[in-house]
């Protein structure tokens, strides 16, 4: 949205310089997707949306949804929600990171490509994560009463999220070229086609067929 309010201000300020009020409206509409703070890194947001459509919000402010590549980076943010009391309402809220599980089962940041975990000690929360109903593909980050930590869910649930600036290295936020396999419809054709396979394999039908 903020690059959408940039670009409204510098195409009516081009044509009335003198209108500085205008730039101080504009301000407040980019701002007002987050939450204040004098955090100049880290964002969370006011709204609530589903992992696609956050990732979108973010690169629209000009940022990236947040990925957490080392123990400093993970204790920074945690130290970010404390300290502004912004920590999750409840053991069942969270706030959506860049995590996405690839077709291939395995966890990366969207933005940066780096699997999830490398460089991190106790990223996920206990058992987790536990892919239930195989259906939990992107990443959450919670607040269990005592613990920040990781928890894969369902991509297309509306959750707050968090925003940070772009890296300086290492950041791709035109991600991949298609997000369809997170959707539910797509997650479980993908599981029935699975359990299809199995159950039609030659063992099972075998012993199937032996009765």
């Known amino acids: 949205m903020c690059e959408t309010v940039w670009n409204t201000f510098t195409y009516y300020y081009k044509m009335f310089p003198e209108v500085i009020l205008v730039l101080s409206i504009f301000s407040g509409l980019c701002t007002s997707d987050f939450v204040s703070t004098p955090n100049q890194n880290y964002f969370l947001s006011i709204e609530s ?23 400093k980076e993970r ?48 990223g996920w929360l206990f058992g987790e994560p536990s892919n239930a109903d195989a259906l939990e593909h992107c990443l959450e980050l919670k607040w269990d009463g005592n613990n920040f930590g990781w928890n894969d869910y369902h991509c297309i649930v509306e959750k707050r999220y968090l925003c940070q600036n772009r890296r300086k290295d290492g950041s791709d936020t035109n991600g991949l070229e298609d997000y369809s396999f997170l959707t539910e419809e797509n997650l479980r054709n993908s599981y029935r086609d699975r359990f299809y396979y199995h159950v039609r394999s030659p063992v099972v039908v075998g012993i199937r067929n032996s009765f």
């Open 75 to 122: 204790d920074t943010i945690q130290t970010f929600l404390k300290e502004n009391n912004l920590k999750p309402a409840d053991k069942w809220s969270g706030y959506w990171l860049a995590g996405i599980r690839y077709p291939n089962g395995t966890f990366y940041w969207d933005t940066t490509e780096t699997e999830v975990g490398l460089g991190v000690q106790y």
């Open 49 to 71: 949306l589903n992992w696609t459509d956050a990732r979108e919000a973010c690169i629209n402010a000009s940022l990236e949804l947040v990925s957490v590549l080392s123990n």
